[in-house]
């Protein structure tokens, strides 16, 4: 009995690890799909905004650049001209945070893309900044970010989830354990004494 119980306990406990173990490795892939859906809608304006630019229609940019925010779930989306000093921002409140970061720098320096992730006010954001070239003389860059609080509903619910399985597959495996043993173990002790009462009382015909 006590063998029985013993395993049934390190089985619970392996499904409690796994429980704590499989949602953190549900939070890095919800965590890596949200920075490859924003590379997607950086890559999407970057384009849009050299190709607006080179056509004369700049200010369609800033109509997509609504639609982007509001359609897509992006916190914020920032330009920068050559001098990384912001000339459009999708999020004014959020001006003096984000203005004259050191990343925009770096892109408008080397020409590559800069990804990383900032804290605003206690919340975790993702945020990818690219180069734009309009000309050989003339360049600038875009910030696009979007927040992590996207995931961390879904994150929460498997959790929840996983807990909530893990409770209900212990309490089956307990309670077959003791059918199991009531079945197996005790209803034929039961009857061991219930026959060693009787003979002790003189029946030998049991």
Known sequence: TKLIFLLTLTMGADMLVSSVFA??????TLEAALRDELRAHAVTLQIAREENYSNGRIGETRQL??????????????????????????????????RNPPEVGTVLRTGETVEFTRFIEGEKYFSVVMPLRFAPDKRGALEIVKPFALIKN????????WLVTTLFLLAVIFLVVAVVLRRSLTNP??????????????????
């Open 23 to 28: 949602p953190k490795q549900r939070e890095a």
């Open 65 to 98: 650049i609504d639609r982007l925010r509001e359609n897509s779930r992006v916190y914020a989306v920032l330009l920068f001209d050559e001098n990384s000093e912001l000339i459009t921002l999708s999020q004014p409140q959020t001006d003096e945070i984000f």
């Open 154 to 161: 879904d994150i929460a619910e498997t959790r929840a989830n």
């Open 189 to 206: 002790f039961q009857s061991l004494l219930i026959g060693a009462k009787t003979l002790g009382r003189g029946d030998l015909n049991y």
